[in-house]
């Protein structure tokens, strides 16, 4: 069983600024990518960062200097630092996983349960 548990959604104003994590546990042998897809009522699901295990981390357009990607290999944890939020980035924020769970094993991608973040004055 593999389980990845996020915190650190909420409401902030515009301008403010949030921090995700997501942590991944259990049966794992090796995890390669990891990162954030983020939903909006209405619109279609959209790969907000995601972050090799070793290389350069890739960013929408639209969150460029705004948001950072960053990882904990020892913990298994993938964080999300949003600065300078807008009202359009109010999504629920979805971290996932690609995952290896034995040498023998092949690779499949696992999912958080989705975090609210609401930016609104």
């Known amino acids: 069983q593999v389980q990845l548990v996020e915190s650190g959604g909420g409401l902030v104003q515009p301008g403010g600024s949030l921090r995700l994590s997501c942590a991944a546990s259990?049966?794992?042998?090796?995890?390669?990518?990891m990162g954030w897809f983020r939903q909006a009522p209405g619109k279609q699901r959209e790969l907000v960062a995601t972050i090799p295990s070793g290389g350069t981390s890739t960013y929408a357009d639209s969150v460029k200097g705004r948001f950072t990607v960053s990882r904990d290999n020892a913990k298994n944890t993938v964080y999300l630092q949003m600065n300078s939020l807008k009202p359009e980035d109010t999504a629920v924020y979805l971290c996932y996983a690609d995952i290896r769970r034995s040498i023998r094993s092949g690779r499949d991608v696992y999912w958080g349960q989705g975090t609210q973040v609401t930016v609104s004055s």
């Open positions: 259990g049966s794992i042998y090796s995890i390669n990518a």
